[in-house]
């Protein structure tokens, strides 16, 4: 079964599957953290239900947006909620494993990639459910991930990710390891005084070192959504 889930002031929605896929908040994050423009192609690797696609297209502008999902329910959904929205001309999805894709995609054929890829090892034991492909590693792992994206971005291009704070040095090594220079890192903050649970990522192809780093914070000392938080849905 499907429900609608409203993304700003707008009116602009996307449909949610009750027992498949859903996206969380880290996705919406993710996507009003990256820095693109009416002149970029995007790749969303593991898109699930588009979500990200959606966002960048709506609210960045983006040229054209591409999704990556194995699991044809949630490519199915993807689709759909691309024409909910108008963007079948700007939006497309591809049903197939991350793996390999830039040999259908094409090598440095887009200006930015984002992903929220699966946060848990596969071999940690977390149960994740009927969402089990969303929350964990499988057989694609988070180096394959993002070895998928450095094959299709661009020299220059960059690569945004949201991941689970305890996994940051493994996304570093990854990057790193694919020529990936991280250049800005925003830590998430489930609530003040709480430790961080998130991180959003940037990593430059070709990039120099140097990063930057800064923090976001989902709920007040009252618990409250931060003003920042609530600008995401604007």
């Known amino acids: 079964m499907e429900y609608e889930v409203t993304l700003d002031a707008a009116g602009h929605s996307v449909l949610q599957d009750t027992e498949g896929y859903r996206f969380s908040q880290d996705s919406v994050i993710c996507a009003n953290l990256l820095s693109a423009g009416s002149r970029d192609r995007l790749l969303d690797l593991g898109c699930g239900g588009g979500i990200m696609c959606v966002l960048a297209l709506l ?5 054209e947006a591409v999704g990556v999902e194995i699991d044809a329910r949630a490519a199915e959904l993807a689709a759909k909620n691309a024409a909910r929205n108008g963007l079948d001309g700007r939006m497309r999805v591809l049903c197939r494993d991350v793996r390999g894709a830039w040999e259908e ?3 440095e054929s887009f200006d930015k990639v984002v992903c929220n890829p699966p946060y848990f090892d596969f071999a940690d034991g977390t149960d994740g459910g009927k969402t089990a492909g969303a929350k964990r590693e499988g057989e694609a792992t988070l180096d394959d991930f993002i070895r998928a994206g450095a094959e299709c971005l661009r020299f220059g291009g960059d690569f945004t990710l949201v991941m689970r704070a305890d996994r940051l040095c493994d996304a570093v090594t990854s990057f790193r390891a694919y020529g990936l220079e991280p250049k800005k ?7 003040v005084g709480a430790g961080a649970n998130a991180f959003v990522m940037t990593a430059r192809k070709g990039g120099k070192t140097g990063m930057t780093a800064d923090a976001l914070y989902v709920l007040d000392a009252d618990g409250a959504r931060t ?3 609530e600008e995401l849905y604007c």
């Not at 609210?59 to 040229?63: A, C, E, P, S």
């Not at 890192?185 to 609530?191: A, G």
């Open 227 to 229: 003003r920042e938080i």
């Open 185 to 191: 890192t925003t830590f998430v903050f489930p609530r």
């Open 59 to 63: 609210k960045k502008g983006v040229k």
């Open 105 to 107: 995609l094409g090598r």
